[in-house]
């Protein structure tokens, strides 16, 4: 392979990138190089670039949402080939932990993500592991494609609440993944799907995607709202997205006896105080969810029947990276995904 240039986005202190600029290194036997086409700004990359992330102190490089073309493969790569058109889930597992081993690679002792290693998809080429790169089917273009990694998010977090059918559910924060949950939870036979944002237009976006009942935390108390919805009893499942306090609060609050909240947001401030007897009166339960585990094909699946072109809202050159970051981080610009393009 001749030697090839990259340029990849860096926030080396808060709301502030640059570019490095590396050599590609020649490919590993399970490697595969791809042209990045289309790289989407996810939450975390804004928790970054506060200098907020709990798990990715600055400088580190940005970007995991993303899609392009396969420009070369390592000696050993027989799922993918040299043209195709792919995604990449962008985790970094041991695959010798027993988690590994037992195929439950989300649990990887020592999991890790492509963009906290220095290998950030703002930027013209990655490299990735060949069994985490998958074919885009026709349906998606290269910007929709993109979008792959946060509905796989969304996706495993409403497989991880087990919705089911009939169920009423509860999403707090209009965002992209909130919004992807709810369409999941629609896919997975939620009979009600509230959503709660302070956006009117994200709320309304929210309800073309798959919830059936927006609600402006703005302008009405949600715990009251949801309650009056549901005869009082609360909901079934209820997900966090946005990585608050006061959310948190609302997600176990709103929840029925028997429920489960299950949270999704990244916490700039990791420390909540709840009150603790709800777990008991109430026999709540509290979990978490992160990344991914298999779900990436059923993502993809997914995608053939949902709008995912309605969430690319701003699109950019690379080179333009500090603006988009700009734009993305701007409450006022209305963005939902802001895609860069090399």
């Avoid at 939450?43 to 798990?55: E, K, M, N, Q, V």
């Avoid at 073309?69 to 695959?95: K, L, S």
């Amino acid at each position: 392979m001749d030697t090839i240039r990259n340029r990849v986005g860096e926030v080396y202190e808060p709301f502030k990138v640059r570019f490095l600029e590396r050599e590609i290194h020649a490919l590993a036997d399970d490697e595969v190089l791809v042209r990045v086409r289309a790289s989407a700004i996810c939450g975390s990359d804004l928790h970054i670039a506060r200098g907020l992330h709990p798990s990715a102190p600055l400088p580190v490089t940005i970007g995991h949402e993303f899609s392009g073309d396969v420009t070369a493969v390592g000696g050993g790569v027989d799922n993918v080939r040299v043209g195709q058109r792919v995604t990449v889930e962008p985790c970094i597992v041991c695959g010798k932990c027993d988690a590994c081993r037992h195929g439950d690679y989300g649990y990887c002792e020592h999991i890790s993500f492509t963009y906290r290693n220095g290998d950030g998809a703002m930027a013209d080429y990655v490299v990735a592991k060949a069994p985490y790169v998958y074919e885009l089917p026709e349906y998606l273009t290269y910007e929709t494609g993109a979008l792959i990694e946060p509905l796989s998010v969304a996706t495993h977090a409403v497989r991880r609440a087990q919705v089911a059918l009939g169920e009423t559910v509860l999403i707090i924060g209009a965002g992209a993944i909130g919004m992807m949950v709810a369409a999941m939870c629609r896919r997975s036979g939620a009979a009600q799907v509230i959503i709660a944002d302070f956006s009117d237009s994200r709320l309304e976006m929210a309800l073309q995607v798959g919830a059936t009942i927006a609600i402006n935390s703005g302008r009405a108390d949600l715990e009251q709202e949801v309650a009056r919805l549901t005869g009082g009893k609360g909901v079934d499942k209820s997900f966090e997205c946005v990585g608050r306090e006061s959310c948190f609060l609302q997600a176990i609050m709103t929840l029925r006896r028997n429920g489960t909240a299950t949270v999704v947001g990244i916490y700039e401030k990791p420390q909540v105080t709840f009150p603790a007897s709800r777990l008991v009166t109430h026999e709540i339960r509290i979990q978490g969810a992160q990344g991914y585990c298999w779900d990436f094909p059923i993502a993809i699946a997914a995608a053939r029947d949902l709008p995912l072109e309605k969430f690319v809202t701003h699109t950019f050159p690379l080179e333009q990276l500090q603006q988009a970051l700009n734009t993305a981080l701007d409450r006022g610009s209305n963005s939902i995904k802001v895609i860069v393009k090399p």
